[in-house]
Every structure is written in structure tokens, then in C-alpha cells.
């Protein structure tokens, strides 16, 4: 009987094909073990990190027409979950016909009551706030100037106070605001039908 030996032979294509498997398979158990997030999860995560970068510093803005109280709220959540710093502000805009700190009894009294309810509101949700009242020419430019001042990332305007302008819910002055602002700008209009996120000193409790 004649025996023969089977021979192994190794060629260099037989290496290269081996190895070109075994990458193949430590990758799809890498991809297996690794997968890529999805669509939706990279927008989330943009979105955190937007939300980071927007709310680091939040100027909340009142005057005697912009009412900023339903915005608050949500700036005062906003912040608590941030830790951010929060601003309210009152600008009082002084007629060219009075000195600029013109004494403004009754806007003045208009200010410290609504800084006031911007403090209940901000220390309802754990959050520290300054305040401040500022006389101007123009609540544009004060807005604008203290926002460069306080290196904000955010302004915070609410509408105008209802009856006070009939038709359009938004004026001159916030429109010029959020042109010029050299950071982000978020505008709240309260709906006919909607529901602010803090209740009215007196109001009925909501369901």
C-alpha cells in the first residue's frame, strides 16, 4: 500500500484572504457591540448642547408694554435645569421732554411690582434672579446694551399687554430687539386658549 502525505501549502493570497475575513468579522462584532446612533439621537444630543450654549446667561425684559410674566416661568425652569444666571429687567422709557432720571412715580410702581412677581415666580422654582430698573430713551437700546454688558446668551421677551394694542400680538420695539440682539432671542405670545405656566394671584385653580 502506497501512503501519500497531504502536503499543506500557504500562499501569500491565502494569508491576505484570512486576514481580510478575520477583519471583517472583529468589525461586524464591533458594529454589533458599537451601533452607530440613530438620526433622531444625534438631534438630541444637538439639541442638548444648544440648550447648554443658549440659557449659560437669560435676560428677561419687561417695560410698560412688554409683558413677561408667562415667559418667566419658563425662564425660571429653564435656568433651575441649566444653572444658569437669570436677569429680569424693567425698562422705563423716559420722554425726551423730562430729564433722563425724571422721577416716573406710577411707572416706577409699575417696575418694583412686576420684578416683584418675576422673585415669587423664580424662587417658586428654587432660582436665584436679579432685578433691576433702568430709565431710557429707548427700551431697544437699554435691552440691547445691558444684554452686551451682562454677556447674555439669551433675551427673553413676552408680548405686549393685552388691550393695550389691538391686531398684531408684537410691536416695533420687541421686533427691533430680536433684529439687532447679537445673541438668541425667544419671543412667548400667550394664546387665547393656552395655559401659562404660573397662576394669577386670585385666579381659580386649574383643573
Request: glycine letters at 6%.
Amino acid at each position: 500500500m502506497i501512503y501519500h502525505n497531504d502536503a499543506v501549502t500557504i500562499t501569500v493570497a491565502g494569508v491576505v484572504i484570512a486576514a481580510v475575513i478575520m477583519v471583517a468579522i472583529v468589525a461586524t462584532l464591533w458594529w454589533m457591540l458599537h451601533p452607530p446612533a440613530s438620526f433622531v439621537q444625534k438631534l438630541a444630543r444637538e439639541a442638548e448642547t444648544e440648550l447648554e450654549r443658549m440659557v449659560g446667561s437669560v435676560v428677561v425684559v419687561f417695560s410698560q408694554e412688554i409683558e413677561s410674566n408667562h415667559m418667566m416661568a419658563l425662564a425660571a425652569k429653564l435656568a433651575s435645569g441649566e444653572k444658569s444666571e437669570l436677569l429680569a429687567i424693567y425698562v422705563i422709557e423716559v420722554p425726551y421732554t423730562l430729564p433722563p432720571d425724571a422721577a416716573m412715580p406710577v411707572e416706577e410702581r409699575a417696575a418694583l411690582d412686576a420684578l416683584g412677581a418675576a422673585e415669587t415666580i423664580a424662587t417658586n422654582t428654587d432660582v436665584s434672579v436679579r432685578t433691576d430698573i433702568i430709565k431710557a430713551r429707548s427700551t431697544k437700546q437699554a435691552v440691547l446694551d445691558l444684554a452686551k454688558r451682562e454677556k447674555a446668551n439669551l433675551i427673553v421677551l413676552g408680548s405686549f399687554r393685552e388691550g393695550k394694542y389691538s391686531g398684531a400680538p408684537l410691536g416695533r420695539t420687541i421686533e427691533e430687539i430680536a433684529a439687532d440682539a447679537k445673541c438668541d432671542v425667544l419671543i412667548g405670545v400667550e394664546g387665547k386658549h393656552g395655559t401659562l405656566l404660573y397662576e394669577e394671584p386670585g385666579s381659580p385653580a386649574s383643573p
